[in-house]
Every structure is written in C-alpha cells, then in structure tokens.
C-alpha cells in the first residue's frame, strides 16, 4: 500500500517526485497566473514541472494551456490544448481521447 506523503514533512519536489513516480500520464493545467510584460504567463513552478515531465513521462503529457497564455519556447509537451476557462468542454474532450490513445481509459458501449 502506498502511502500519502502529505504532512510527512516532504517538500513540494519530494512530492512532485513522489506522484510523478506513480503516474502513467501526466496532466498540466498551464493557467495565466502572472503578467509578464502585459502578457499572461503560467507560474514559474509550472514552467519546472512542465520540464520535469518532459524528462520524467517523454510522449506522455498534456498540457492545458490557457487562451492567450504565453509560455517559453524551450518548452514543447507533446499534446497541447488551449482552453477557455469559460468553456472547458473540448479540453475534457481532448483528456478523454488522449486517455484512451494511452490505454488507460477503457470505453464500454450502452447495453
């Protein structure tokens, strides 16, 4: 049984390093948290952990890029997908498809 590492007195790498261990897909919510030169741009914590997957899940990462979001192009996760934060429904569609492409979403036909 794995054990949760929250309130073990792990640092946030520890547990980034911890969950990505256990992970087969990778899935990153890249939001416009701060302005850069007037532009939105995702925290710098994400811009690491967008690098750390690149390393840790190679093919296996989705990106959620907020509409209008810029990011640095040193970065190139392999699926992207923008999003409007008031209609998320092709992102959900977009998870779903890749899920199943990884085989990690088994879709069973109505009775």
């Known amino acids: 049984m794995i054990k949760n590492p929250a309130g ?41 952990e967008i690098g750390l997957t690149q390393r840790t899940h190679p093919g296996r990462i989705i990106c959620l890029l907020e509409k209008g979001t810029e990011i640095p192009a040193v970065i190139r996760p392999q699926v992207w997908e923008q999003y409007d934060p008031l209609n998320l429904e092709s992102v959900f569609l977009r998870i779903v498809t890749e899920l199943k492409n990884h085989g990690l979403l088994l879709t069973v036909k109505p009775a």
């Open 8 to 48: 073990q007195n792990r640092t946030v790498d520890d547990q980034i390093e911890y969950y990505l261990a256990q992970s087969e897909l990778v899935i990153i919510l890249a939001a416009g948290d701060i302005e850069i030169d007037g532009r939105p741009n995702p925290a710098q914590n994400v811009i690491y």
